[in-house]
């Protein structure tokens, strides 16, 4: 199997996951940090339909796991803005 090696530069999400990358097996650096990494780069994914992130699956050995991966989907929405409950998208 092999995977992809993305990019060093963890904020840069359209480096991390570009849109023509087929969905598979991606490999990161040690030096990523693996948390903040997927969700900067899901997020980028589904940022033109940011329902699309009900749709995915993540499984987390431990709540430690799961607490560090809810604070990196919430820094990763401080870039990408994403609907909130009650918001249609439509400005007000």
């Known amino acids: 199997m092999s995977g992809r090696v ?3 530069q963890a904020s840069d999400a359209a480096a991390i996951w570009p849109d ?3 969905s598979g097996l991606y490999t990161l650096p040690p030096t990523q940090p693996l948390l903040t990494t997927l969700a900067h780069g899901l ?3 589904c940022r033109h ?3 699309a992130l009900a ?3 993540i499984m987390l050995p431990t709540r430690r796991a799961c607490r560090a991966m809810r604070s990196a989907f ?3 929405h401080q870039h990408f803005r994403a609907l909130q409950p009650g918001d249609d998208g439509r400005e007000q």
Request: net charge negative; hydrophobic share 35%.
């Open 6 to 8: 993305v990019s060093d």
């Open 20 to 22: 023509d990358w087929p």
């Open 43 to 45: 997020t980028y994914r």
């Open 49 to 51: 339909d940011p329902l």
């Open 55 to 57: 749709r995915i699956t």
């Open 74 to 76: 919430l820094e990763a």
